[in-house]
Structures are given as C-alpha cells and as structure tokens.
C-alpha cells in the first residue's frame, strides 16, 4: 500500500461519509459511489472488497424483512393493539403506557423502523377516534421502539453489526443488554408520565368509542397468521438456539424466510419488492468503505491512538466508546458509524490482547440509545414525524430535542452505572 | 424513506375502511401517466399495472372518462392509439371547442346531479322530470348520429377517392 492509497481511502472515506451526513444526495446511492471509486483506484481489488462484506448482517436482515412483509400483511399487529386499547376501556395513558411496552417488545424481535411502521398507523386510527393529539401517543413510542431495539441481536441494525463481527449470539445480547434496557424503559415511561399524564383528559363518550372499534376486522388472513406465529415462534427459537447449534445468526433467519415463503404461497416477486433493498445496498456499500480504510492501515492507527489516549485503560475505554457513540450517534446516522468502530475495536482486542467484551456492549447501548436525542438521529423518528406531519402535527427538531436528548442522557447515566457494576 | 411513510399511510387508511365494513386489497402496481399534445390540445391518459395482470386505462384530459379495465398491456397501447386517432379527426371540424365543453359541462352536471340526489330529499316529480329531460337529450343525440355519416364512412370513401 503505497500513501497515495492511504491519502485517496481516507479522501474518499471522508468526503462520502459527510455526502452522507449533508443528506444532500440520497445515502445509498452515495456510498455505492464511494464504494465503487475505491475500486477504480485500486485501494481495493474486488476480491477484497467482497471479503469485507458481512453477509451475516445482510442475509440477517433480508431474512427478517421477508419474514415481516408476510407478517404485515396478516393484520395481527392491527388487531393486538385495538384489544390493547379495549383492555383498557380507551383510557390514553394506559394506553400509552401498553403501547409502549407492545412496541418495546416488538422492537426488540423486529427492526425499529418495521416496528414503527407497524403501530404508528394503529395509534393514529386511536388518536383520531379519541380525538386527540397524536403526539404524547407517538414520542413515547418513537423512544420506546430505540431502546427496545437494543436488547437483541435483531432488534437494531447496529447489533446485527455488532453480533456478525463479535460473533456474539441472540441469547449474549439478552442476558447482557435486557436488564439495563428494562431499567431504562421504566425510568423513560416515568418521565412521559410526569410530563403528558395530567394532559390526558379524554370525555366516556370518546372512550367509547374505542370500545366499538373490532378488532376481528383487522385480521386480513387467518391461516397466514397463524402460520406466521409458527414460523416468528420457530425462528425465534432458532435465535436462541443458533450458538449451540453452531448456526450464523442469518442462516435461521433466511431459513425462516423461506419457509415461511413456501408454506404461505405468498407471491415471492412481491413480497422480495416490500424488501429495503436502498438499506441493504447501504450496508453493503458501508462495509466496502471501512474496508478500504482496514486495507491501508488507517483503523489499525486509530485504533492504536485510542490505545494510547485511554492507556489501554478499560474503564476509559468503554466511557469513551459508550458516550462518544450515544453523542455521535444523535445526530448522525449510527450505521456507518458503527461499521467504522467494529474495526476499530477488533484492532483494539488484536494489538492489547484484552477482553474487549464490554466495548461492544457498551459500543451497542452507545450507538442504539443515542439516536434517541435528536429527530436525525434514528431512521426510526425521521419515519414517525413525517407521518405525524402528514396528519398536520408538528413535531420540531427543537420540540424532538428538548425531551429527547435529556432522555437519552438520562439513558447512557443508567447504561455507564450498569457497565461498572458489571463489567468494570 | 418516502416509501416506508407511504406504506404506513396505507395501513392506516385501510384499518380504517376496515372498521367500516371493507375488505381491503392492497396490491404492488405502477401507474404510467401518458401526454399526447395535438398542436395545442392535449390529452392525457394514466393507468394502472398491477401484479394481477389487470390495466385500469382513464383519459383524464382534455375531459376524464373511465375507459376500461383490460387484460393486456398490448391493448392500452390499441385503445390510445384509436382514442388518439378519434381526437385527430375531431380537431378537423370548428365544432371541436364546444364539444370539449359540451363534454365538461356533461361532467360537471353529473356531480351537481349526484350531489342533489344525494344530499337532499328530491320530490318524485322532480325526478321523472329529469329522467324524462335525461332520455330525451340521449334520443336526440341517438337521432343525430343515426343521421350523420361516421368518421369511419368518411376515411374510406376518402381512401377510395385517392386510390381511384
């Protein structure tokens, strides 16, 4: 590797990561040039290039998007929230409250923006019948549907990034991420009830009519969801059992995509177009791009000034990796940014020959949580206020900011206590 | 993005037509807008292709009009081209202007039509007194094209003229 490589896969690294940033040209289309112009000049060979892959993460992803685009198109979703609303004879905050934990718990077996995509519509269809503002419903659900994400492997892309490179599994995730995720959702459900409870005053006549809603209309297709919660069921057992059963994470998810394609007789052309292919060839082109930067040296260099910075220190090291991704990643996208510091940190463990478990530990509660603090800073709240726009409810980037970002403090708190007592 | 939002839009428009009573459908499809400008007029067509296979053809300019549903993309082409075709020999006579209003104003009855019967309680002699106007104008333009000659009549002839 001669410097002129180093000077143009950093140049190109760079620029197309603040291309990406300015959100002046669409992400995908963007990294794919990156990634392409890093083969013209040869900093990679197409080979390697390929090899810088993870096809975990994309074949997990594109596993689980099959096996939600069957699943949405069932209703069970629709019809889970409306008895939700029933249970609780439409009272708002008990409703909040049950839709936060149904979406936290979705999230966390489903990705963030499928989740949102899913009771966004619902709670607007409960809002309107209540004739209330949507908003106290939908913030607490945005942040809820980021924080459950962080307990699995499956629940945020940044796990699935994470799991792939670390080779830690679905059950690793939970037994290390939920205690903490639990103790943050309490504590964030609390303060939404401090702040929107007294507001919730809503007259018997409009809770009534949530009682009329029926919620046996929602369901579209019986058999294909119960087949759909035998193949959801079947995978996530799969998830728990992949470490033993020495499977990759992706090879049960694609199993379960394709079984659930060929006993659903659902029209594969169609249900491949619900796919995200923009998010997948994003992923793809990310992966080529820090491969560039693996390939002349600049990780291994960073990764040794972070050494020296920290002195090799874990308890700054995992500060540093916990509260620069949670900041980092409120207002930039926290993809590319975790597909820069996997990397990092394995050139980390490689040149100290430390256990670097915490570090991905605290690289996930770092990068999840974060997107919490600003409107940007998760696709998942992008998603959620352009649909509270579409309704004619504003919700600011200043209006997201003032509640958000103190949450996600409040949040990293909790995580950097519960990484020391743990951990450290 | 805009994607993701949209399908969430239809999620909700359709739990709510679904509480309604419908059974809702949702199907992937592309819809092709189609610009002719005939020196100064112009006509445009939107339809739709589903993954059923189906093509919902509609003119919606220069005067909307529900064409068809058909079964082959081969057809649409057939039925813009002859629709094009008619529009063609149209523009020949001076009457073309007041035909395109004529057929707006039909338009534009019908929805003060549908609006009143609709929305108001019309007694049953008013009724028969428009159906009774609405009959009559449909003999009188039956009557008139019994009495023309068709465009069709006109071509062939003209063709024959030119062969002779």
């Given at each position: 590797?001669?410097?002129?490589?180093?000077i143009?896969?950093?140049?190109?690294?760079?620029?197309?990561y603040?291309?990406?940033?300015?959100?002046?040209?669409?992400?995908?289309?963007?990294?794919?040039?990156g990634?392409?112009?890093?083969?013209?000049?040869?900093?990679?060979?197409?080979?390697?290039?390929?090899?810088?892959?993870?096809?975990?993460?994309?074949?997990l992803?594109?596993g689980?998007?099959i096996?939600?685009?069957?699943?949405?198109?069932?209703?069970?979703?629709?019809?889970?929230?409306?008895?939700?609303?029933?249970?609780?004879?439409?009272?708002?905050?008990?409703?909040?409250?049950l839709?936060?934990v149904?979406?936290?718990?979705?999230?966390?077996?489903?990705?963030?923006?499928t989740?949102?995509?899913?009771?966004?519509?619902?709670?607007?269809?409960?809002?309107?019948?209540?004739?209330?503002?949507?908003?106290?419903?939908?913030?607490?659900?945005?942040?809820?549907?980021?924080?459950?994400?962080?307990?699995?492997?499956i629940?945020?892309?940044?796990?699935?990034?994470?799991?792939?490179?670390?080779?830690?599994?679905?059950?690793?995730?939970?037994?290390?991420?939920?205690?903490?995720?639990?103790?943050?959702?309490?504590?964030?459900?609390?303060?939404?009830?401090?702040?929107?409870?007294?507001?919730?005053?809503?007259?018997q006549?409009?809770?009534?009519?949530?009682m009329?809603?029926?919620?046996?209309?929602?369901?579209?297709?019986?058999?294909?969801?119960?087949?759909?919660?035998?193949?959801?069921?079947?995978?996530?057992?799969?998830?728990?059992?992949?470490?033993?059963?020495?499977?990759?994470?992706?090879?049960v998810?694609?199993?379960?995509?394709?079984?659930?394609?060929l006993?659903?007789?659902?029209?594969?052309?169609?249900?491949?177009?619900e796919?995200?292919?923009?998010?997948?060839?994003?992923?793809?082109?990310?992966?080529?791009?820090?491969?560039?930067?693996?390939?002349?040296?600049?990780?291994?260099?960073?990764?040794?000034?972070?050494?020296s910075?920290?002195?090799?220190n874990?308890?700054?090291?995992?500060?540093?990796?916990?509260?620069?991704?949670?900041?980092?990643?409120?207002?930039?996208?926290?993809?590319?940014?975790?597909?820069?510091?996997i990397?990092?940190i394995?050139?980390?463990?490689?040149?100290?020959?430390?256990?670097?478990?915490?570090?991905?530990?605290?690289?996930?509660?770092?990068?999840?949580?974060?997107?919490?603090?600003?409107?940007?800073?998760?696709?998942?709240?992008?998603?959620?206020?352009?649909m509270?726009?579409?309704?004619?409810?504003?919700?600011?980037?200043?209006?997201?900011?003032?509640?958000?970002?103190?949450i996600?403090?409040?949040?990293?708190?909790?995580?950097?206590?519960?990484?020391?007592?743990?951990?450290? | 993005?805009?994607?993701?939002?949209?399908?969430?839009?239809?999620?909700?428009?359709?739990?709510?037509?679904?509480?309604?009573?419908?059974?809702?459908?949702?199907?992937?499809?592309?819809?092709?807008?189609?610009?002719?400008?005939?020196?100064?007029?112009?006509?445009?067509?939107?339809?739709?292709?589903?993954?059923?296979?189906?093509?919902?053809?509609?003119?919606?300019?220069?005067?909307?009009?529900?064409?068809?549903?058909?079964?082959?993309?081969?057809?649409?082409?057939?039925?813009?081209?002859?629709?094009?075709?008619?529009?063609?020999?149209?523009?020949?006579?001076s009457?073309?202007?007041?035909?395109?209003?004529?057929?707006?104003?039909?338009?534009?009855?019908?929805?003060?039509?549908?609006?009143?019967?609709?929305?108001?309680?019309?007694?049953?002699e008013k009724?028969?007194?428009i159906?009774?106007?609405?009959?009559?104008?449909?003999?009188?333009?039956?009557?008139?094209?019994?009495k023309?000659?068709?465009?069709?009549?006109?071509?062939k002839?003209?063709?024959?003229?030119?062969?002779?």
């Amino acid at each position: 590797m001669t410097s002129t490589h180093i000077i143009i896969a950093l140049s190109i690294f760079v620029i197309t990561y603040g291309m990406i940033i300015s959100e002046k040209i669409n992400r995908t289309t963007i990294a794919v040039f990156g990634a392409t112009i890093l083969l013209l000049f040869k900093v990679l060979t197409q080979e390697q290039a390929i090899e810088n892959i993870d096809f975990n993460t994309i074949g997990l992803l594109i596993g689980m998007m099959i096996i939600v685009s069957i699943l949405r198109k069932t209703g069970a979703f629709e019809y889970l929230a409306i008895k939700i609303a029933k249970k609780v004879k439409g009272d708002p905050w008990k409703i909040i409250v049950l839709f936060s934990v149904f979406t936290a718990v979705a999230s966390a077996l489903l990705d963030n923006v499928t989740t949102i995509l899913l009771i966004i519509p619902i709670t607007l269809v409960i809002t309107d019948t209540l004739e209330v503002s949507p908003i106290p419903f939908i913030f607490p659900l945005i942040l809820v549907s980021n924080i459950g994400g962080t307990a699995t492997l499956i629940g945020d892309p940044p796990n699935i990034m994470i799991g792939g490179a670390a080779g830690l599994g679905f059950v690793d995730f939970i037994v290390n991420l939920a205690p903490v995720i639990i103790i943050i959702f309490v504590v964030v459900t609390f303060v939404f009830k401090l702040k929107y409870k007294k507001k919730m005053a809503v007259s018997q006549e409009k809770r009534d009519r949530i009682m009329e809603l029926n919620e046996k209309l929602a369901i579209k297709d019986l058999p294909l969801l119960k087949k759909g919660i035998f193949v959801l069921s079947l995978t996530i057992i799969g998830f728990m059992l992949h470490q033993y059963l020495h499977f990759e994470s992706a090879t049960v998810a694609l199993i379960g995509a394709a079984l659930y394609l060929l006993i659903s007789k659902a029209d594969t052309e169609e249900i491949l177009l619900e796919i995200e292919w923009p998010t997948i060839f994003f992923f793809i082109a990310l992966f080529v791009l820090v491969g560039g930067l693996k390939e002349v040296g600049v990780i291994n260099f960073l990764a040794e000034k972070l050494l020296s910075l920290t002195q090799g220190n874990m308890f700054f090291l995992v500060i540093f990796v916990l509260w620069g991704s949670a900041i980092i990643s409120s207002f930039l996208d926290n993809i590319p940014f975790v597909a820069t510091m996997i990397p990092l940190i394995t050139s980390i463990a490689v040149m100290s020959s430390i256990d670097i478990t915490p570090l991905w530990w605290a690289l996930s509660l770092g990068a999840c949580l974060g997107g919490n603090g600003t409107l940007v800073g998760a696709s998942a709240n992008v998603i959620a206020v352009g649909m509270l726009d579409k309704h004619g409810y504003k919700l600011s980037f200043i209006d997201f900011f003032k509640t958000g970002f103190p949450i996600m403090l409040l949040s990293i708190l909790l995580s950097t206590v519960y990484l020391i007592i743990m951990y450290l | 993005m805009r994607n993701i939002i949209n399908k969430a839009e239809v999620t909700e428009h359709t739990i709510k037509l679904q509480q309604l009573g419908a059974k809702v459908t949702v199907i992937n499809s592309t819809l092709c807008y189609v610009n002719f400008n005939l020196s100064g007029l112009i006509l445009q067509y939107v339809y739709n292709v589903n993954f059923n296979g189906n093509y919902f053809l509609e003119r919606i300019r220069p005067y909307p009009l529900a064409i068809q549903e058909i079964s082959s993309e081969r057809d649409v082409v057939k039925i813009i081209d002859m629709d094009i075709h008619k529009f063609k020999n149209a523009m020949k006579s001076s009457h073309i202007d007041m035909f395109i209003a004529m057929a707006k104003q039909i338009n534009s009855t019908f929805t003060t039509f549908e609006d009143t019967f609709l929305n108001y309680n019309i007694p049953g002699e008013k009724v028969e007194k428009i159906y009774k106007k609405i009959m009559a104008l449909e003999l009188e333009i039956e009557m008139i094209r019994e009495k023309a000659k068709s465009v069709e009549a006109i071509e062939k002839s003209e063709l024959n003229d030119k062969n002779s």
